[in-house]
């Protein structure tokens, strides 16, 4: 299947506003200060993307109240919001719009076109690895009624601390769960990204919905695992960019010896060999959202390949960022290490990428069964 990995003039236009919009109200001073502050996320940017703007239900059939648009214009937004590091849970939602697509939960789609955040209840490193992928622990009993009960814990969920629904694997099947419902505790955890969260779900019979059972449940929930890696690598992208962008400025401009820094052939080196991994970057994750839209059966195959190049990619960016800023990229007040932070916890987020290349090689048959 050909793909044609160019943006269109609406997907441009598309980033523009976005990124216009996140100068607007994600600066680095707003950013900082949710990051420093007790709040999970920016309440007000979550409410201008999700309710103001509909970009958060992008995906979402225009009959539920979304957009109608292919996940090429999602994956616009997460490039634009990684250069951001904007303190909202729009990919763990993105998700959980691809998964409740699978499985036509309409009721769900409307409240999240609505502006709610329904977030997947699964620790932040479960990567696609086709059914039977490492799940949480969590039984489920039956109440009285005849109604599903769950009880176990799950460690590590990102973009969950102010979810409204929750969509939790558990027993082969999948169960939507009120985040308000008796027996269901939330619990914050020191997460070594402040702009994204992640917390400890503790159930203890908590009243729950089937949404999907066995083979319906294990596809669906692949799949948009499968189109969560691909999306992470568009966020990667966006944050490398700026990592690298931002770095030229500063190298411009800042002299040493009379000269400036960034006109040390040592330095240039550095910066010419991350720009050629970027643009690799930007070719393998716009061919993975690609194909997930298209529904390309290499589809797997490409946000491996992806998440397998991006993830080390934005470490090592946010990495040269910081020591190619000198004394101030270390400091608090700089924004480098929210990206360093950002990079570092993303390179495990849907699988490491270990995990893809080890996928990698098993789906391009270099691997032995």
Known sequence: MTLDLRYTEEQEALRDSVRAMLTDHAGWARVLQVAASPEPDDADLWRLLSV????????????LGGA???????????????????????????????LLLHLGEDELLRDLAGGAIIAPAMPCDVGPAGPG??????????????????NGTVCGVADASRARVLVMPAGGALFAVD??????????????????????????????RLLAAGERAASA???????????????????????????VAHLRTRYQFGRPVGSFQALKHRLADLWVELVQARAVARHAVAA?????????LAAALAQAHCGPLAVRAAEECVQMHGGIGFTWEHPAHLYLKRAKSAAIAYGTAAHHRTALATLADLAPA
Request: proline letters at 7%; hydrophobic letters at 50%; aromatic letters at 2%.
């Open 221 to 247: 929930l692949d799949a948009a695992l499968v189109a969560g890696a691909a999306l992470l690598a568009s966020e990667q992208l966006g944050l490398a960019q700026w990592c690298l962008d931002t770095t």
């Open 68 to 98: 109608g648009a292919s996940l090429a214009e999602t994956a616009v937004v997460l490039e634009e919001l990684g250069r951001a590091v904007a303190p909202v849970p729009y990919l763990g939602t993105t998700v959980a719009a691809q």
């Open 292 to 300: 997930v839209a298209a529904g390309d059966p290499d589809a797997r």
């Open 133 to 150: 992928a490492r799940l949480p622990d969590v039984e489920v009993s039956t109440a009285a009624d005849g109604s599903p009960l769950l």
């Open 179 to 208: 985040a308000d419902a008796a027996g269901l505790r939330r619990t914050p955890v020191v997460s070594l990204d402040e702009t994204r969260p992640l917390c400890d779900l503790a159930m203890w019979n908590a009243p729950a």
């Open 52 to 63: 103001d703007t509909g970009l958060a239900a992008l995906a979402v059939p225009e009959h």
